[in-house]
């Protein structure tokens, strides 16, 4: 059974840092994998999805890396803002859109 | 283009009562999801229907639990009775098919008292 880490389970950050948040699974049989925002009494917002074959996927100040055999991915986030403030949930897909996620990073930017 | 929508935001009820959650998914997405959010954790799928065919519902507590999408398009979700226990967040989404990109709704939030 696909197991889904994310470290840490909390962070708070002072504006403008660089950040890194960490995911590990423990099954490396992904089709793969997709990190979601989600606000406080919302739902959840796609931010990247990597397919297994990919090692990476940008967008804006958002990267996120893929390392199968080892099973772990980084979500780095530059030059953060309070509105970067919100729980950080990572997905991993084993079996064709069946989603694992982690317990997730609650992520406060402080102005 | 409009979201996933879900209703009701909110619900409150007392244990042992009937409680039905609804979902919309978004035009055209054929497989839809249902997922269970406690306090704290990720996301857990309940059951994942393929058009109107329910193609996984391994993790559905079918003792309380029972969810329907009789046309392929809106689904619901019902808990009878409800315990306190059952107190989440009950999150729909949709895709264009499987191994496709989920979207989520917002989600229902359930208080069993």
């Known amino acids: 059974k696909q197991e889904v880490t994310q470290i840490p389970a909390a962070l708070s950050v002072p504006e403008g840092e660089n950040l890194v948040l960490n995911c590990s699974f423990t099954?490396?049989?992904?089709?793969?994998l997709q990190w979601f925002r989600q606000d406080p009494g919302k739902g959840l917002t796609s931010l990247l999805l990597?397919?297994?074959?990919?090692r990476e996927q940008t967008s804006g100040r958002l990267n996120a890396s893929l390392d199968k055999s080892s099973g772990r991915s980084t979500l780095y986030i530059a030059a953060s803002q309070p509105g970067d403030s919100a729980t950080y949930l990572c997905?991993?897909?084993?079996?064709?859109?069946?989603?694992?996620f982690g317990g997730g990073t609650r992520l406060m930017v402080k102005p | 283009e409009a979201g996933v929508v879900q209703s009701p935001r909110y619900k409150i009820i007392e244990k042992k009562q009937p409680v039905a959650f609804w979902c919309n998914p978004i035009?055209?997405?054929?497989?839809l999801y249902w997922y269970r959010q406690n306090l704290g954790q990720g996301p857990e799928l309940l059951i994942r229907?393929?058009?109107?065919?329910?193609?996984?519902d391994s993790q559905l507590p079918k003792d309380r639990f029972s969810a329907e999408r009789l046309k392929g398009v809106d689904s619901t979700l019902k808990i009878q009775p409800a315990e306190l226990g059952d107190s989440a967040v009950y999150l729909c989404?949709?895709?264009?098919?499987?191994?496709?990109?989920?979207?989520f709704g917002p989600g229902t939030r359930l208080t069993v008292l």
């Open positions: 099954d490396s049989a992904i089709y793969n």
């Open positions: 035009s055209g997405h054929n497989t």
């Open positions: 989404a949709s895709s264009l098919g499987a191994a496709n990109e989920q979207f």
């Open positions: 229907y393929e058009n109107e065919e329910a193609v996984d």
């Open positions: 990597i397919q297994s074959s990919q």
């Open positions: 997905a991993v897909d084993n079996a064709g859109n069946m989603l694992t």
